[in-house]
């Protein structure tokens, strides 16, 4: 995939200087990622594309005749590096449209996003990653998008709004800015030749697309058959050991730096000793609003990792080029002619804050904040309410148990805190009173339920250990990826006053505490995304989270994200979906009272 120019003879003329560049920047320090350097330069830029580069790093003394622009813009002896590139995001997780997405991140350098609408793509199918091909047009960045792989994430262990099969992928690689296959997730399938998997590779690499991954603690045989495959890439690298054997087989390590997963110093310090540095990259993967607005976006990547002991030139490297390289654009990420003319000016590479952002030639950000407007627009999805599970009563919502009284042994879901995002099987002997389970007598233990969303009227239940309130309930359309509705609570009422406030709110996130609202985010869109500035949601998160604490979850750094990954089936080890409790490992259903 190339960015085309509109008249490649017009930036041929003003490469020769046959007429004048639209913008000259002059006076600055430029970074070269081709070569590592750093010398003075000229830039000059025709319709969003750089023209030529008037320079003498080699202290030659070659003459050259000024280059004439129709503006100019003097960096008064700053750095200019390329915009920056995420290789592996989810505009749905920043609960932005893409829209408001782009006014958030863009005054950070992020130019452009390599995205994986699959979160939607649960929600609303085909037609929902065609809403945000839509929304992302005219935009002052480049929003890049992968046709989704993995709706739903596990066939069979889940039931979504959606299923996609070579003929929606082959629908979707007809938009114009589809670069590829979304991030690969049923490794399992991909490693034992599952015919669904085989079919969707071999239908991309067929037409030479980039093909995304996501292997989570695999190594070895593993690993190697899973490149066999065809995935290209990997963000699931999060310890030091995992990336170094990426890496050594050709597989680019998308350094991740999210709302739940932090791996980029583990990555970096464990690949500093390595000669090069092309098959790693820079991604925000799922990072919340509130994030972005405290810390940044992928200039915040970069500079963690010049702390941690990165040269920022390999850094500016790293989350450029590579990251366009990876995806197989030809000509984003770098300064040079017939490039894109993204760039940043930045007075400290080491702070990686840029004073000013250019985007195909344009200046449209200074000093943190947004240069030019973006226009509102109306989209047919954003009003529409995707919360559809028909008539819950508080029966639905007790766990019935085989016993009148006594006690059982059960099998439950305990989280691990210490250990992020990661879910563990435990046995525990469990309480019965009048036929049902009760957890009253243990303020650690909740019940929780996954309810399709989707009209099937399907539910999994589970009693949970560990999760963080003592008491109320905490209820979420945002519950990756198939986004069902996840509610952890206490008492049947608690948690069907959460459902009906999500119901009229078209989802997004609720919490309970003695029958009354305590806080709500409200994402009406597809059920995952508000369409409202960065300001306006992240202030609805925190406090959303505050509202958590008062429930007695503390000590939990990323609460949303934590329970929202409860119906992940690909992630390690014991999950819950609406068909049920499964154990990632054997891929097997768990049943709630144990099996004699």
Do not use: W
């Not at 929304?135 to 709706?151: F, G, K, N």
């Not at 889940?158 to 938009?175: M, P």
């Not at 604490?549 to 819950?576: C, D, Q, W, Y």
């Amino acid at each position: 995939m190339r960015v085309e120019p509109k008249d490649r003879r017009k930036l041929v003329d003003a490469a020769m200087g046959r007429i004048p560049c639209d913008l000259v920047i002059k006076n600055a320090k430029m970074v070269n990622v081709f070569t590592g350097e750093i010398y003075e330069a000229e830039v000059g830029i025709c319709d969003g594309f750089i023209a030529h580069i008037q320079c003498d790093p080699d202290h030659l003394g070659r003459e050259e005749k000024p280059m004439e622009g129709k503006e100019y813009y003097d960096a008064e002896g700053a750095y200019l590096t390329p915009g920056f590139v995420d290789a592996h995001i989810h505009i749905e997780s920043t609960m932005m449209t893409p829209r408001y997405f782009a006014q958030a991140v863009v005054p950070h350098g992020t130019t452009t996003v390599i995205t994986d609408p699959h979160e939607i793509g649960n929600v609303l199918g085909v037609e929902g990653v065609k809403y945000m091909h839509e929304c992302s047009e005219d935009l002052p960045m480049r929003q890049l998008i992968l046709a989704p792989s993995c709706v739903p994430s596990l066939p069979g262990k889940e039931n979504g709004g959606a299923t996609f099969g070579t003929k929606e992928i082959n629908e979707l690689f007809e938009l114009e800015r589809v670069a590829g296959l979304a991030e690969v997730m049923d490794y399992y399938g991909v490693m034992n030749n599952a015919e669904r998997m085989v079919s969707l590779l071999g239908e991309c690499l067929g037409k030479e697309k980039f093909v995304q991954g996501h292997a989570f603690c695999i190594y070895g045989r593993e690993l190697s058959a899973y490149a066999c495959g065809g995935p290209m890439s990997d963000h699931e690298a999060i310890g030091g050991i995992d990336a170094r054997d990426r890496i050594r087989i050709g597989i680019n390590v998308d350094a991740r730096e999210s709302s739940i997963s932090q791996d980029i110093k583990s990555i970096i310090n464990s690949v500093k000793d390595f000669r090069y540095f092309d098959n790693i990259t820079f991604a925000t993967d799922d990072t919340e609003s509130d994030d972005i607005l405290k810390r940044g976006h992928e200039n915040y990547i970069a500079r963690m990792a010049v702390e941690t002991g990165l040269d920022p030139v390999d850094a500016i490297k790293i989350g450029t080029i590579n990251a366009a390289r990876e995806a197989g654009i030809k000509n984003i990420g770098a300064i040079a002619p017939g490039y894109a003319a993204d760039l940043l000016i930045m007075d400290d590479l080491k702070q990686m804050e840029p004073k000013a952002v250019f985007f195909g030639g344009r200046l449209v950000a200074k000093d943190g904040r947004l240069e030019v407007e973006i226009a509102e627009k109306q989209y047919d999805v954003e009003s529409r309410n995707t919360v559809n599970l028909g008539e819950i009563c508080e029966e639905n919502l007790r766990i019935k148990a085989p016993i009148e009284n006594g006690e059982m042994d059960c099998n439950i879901i305990l989280f691990d805190h210490e250990r992020g995002f990661l879910t563990e099987f435990r046995q525990e002997k469990i309480n019965i009173k009048d036929g049902y389970v009760d957890i009253s007598a243990d303020e650690d233990l909740k019940y929780a339920v996954v309810i399709n969303r989707y009209g099937l009227k399907t539910m999994g239940k589970a009693i949970v250990r560990g999760y963080g309130i003592k008491t109320g309930a905490v209820a979420s359309t945002v519950a990756h990826d198939c986004h069902n509705v996840v509610v952890i609570y206490d008492k049947p009422e608690n948690a069907l006053k959460a459902i009906a406030h999500l119901k009229e709110n078209a989802g997004g996130y609720v919490s309970v505490m003695n029958g009354e609202v305590l806080a709500e985010m409200k994402l009406p869109v597809a059920g995952l995304m508000s369409n409202t500035p960065i300001e306006v949601i992240a202030a609805q998160s925190k406090n959303f989270k505050e509202a958590l604490k008062t429930m007695g979850m503390t000590g939990v750094e990323f609460p949303l994200f934590v329970m929202a990954i409860l119906p992940l089936p690909v992630v390690p080890n014991a999950r819950l979906t609406d068909l049920g409790m499964i154990d990632i490992i054997t891929q097997q259903f768990i049943p709630i009272f144990k099996e004699e």
